[in-house]
């Protein structure tokens, strides 16, 4: 596999859907419904917010900041275990640490 990551690999979606986990465990730990939550990080259709929890769709990097600030929880935490489901490598390289190492979000009951 090249460097980008294809978007049917088997392997990507079952990290995509962990990651949208994290997302929905966030999102009802913090009492949002998923509309709630689409108002809160500026999105017209809240449909896009089930695409991510059900690992269709990825929060768009650019947006991170919003959505941890949507979330009540630190960015930089969200952001490294999002990047340990959507980008397993650049993961391993920033955070010289393995995927199936515990993270911030691992005491989530999902």
């Known amino acids: 596999m090249g460097l980008n990551q294809k978007a049917n690999d088997p392997q990507a979606k079952v990290r995509r859907k962990q990651g949208?986990?994290?997302?929905?465990?966030?999102?009802?730990?913090?009492?949002?419904?998923?509309?709630?939550?689409?108002?809160?990080?500026?999105l017209e259709y809240y449909t896009f917010i089930s695409q991510i929890e059900s690992g269709t769709g990825r929060v768009p990097p650019q947006?991170?900041?919003?959505?941890?600030?949507?979330?009540?929880?630190?960015?930089?935490?969200?952001?490294?275990?999002?990047?340990?489901?959507?980008d397993p490598l650049t993961f391993e390289v920033i955070y010289d640490a393995k995927c199936t190492e515990p993270t911030d979000y691992e005491n989530l009951r999902l």
């Not at 730990?29 to 998923?34: D, F, I, K, P």
């Not at 947006?63 to 959507?86: Q, T």
């Open 63 to 86: 947006h991170y900041a919003v959505w941890a600030e949507a979330l009540g929880v630190d960015v930089k935490k969200f952001v490294r275990e999002l990047l340990k489901f959507y």
């Open 20 to 42: 949208g986990l994290i997302v929905k465990t966030l999102r009802t730990s913090a009492g949002y419904t998923q509309r709630e939550l689409a108002q809160k990080v500026g």
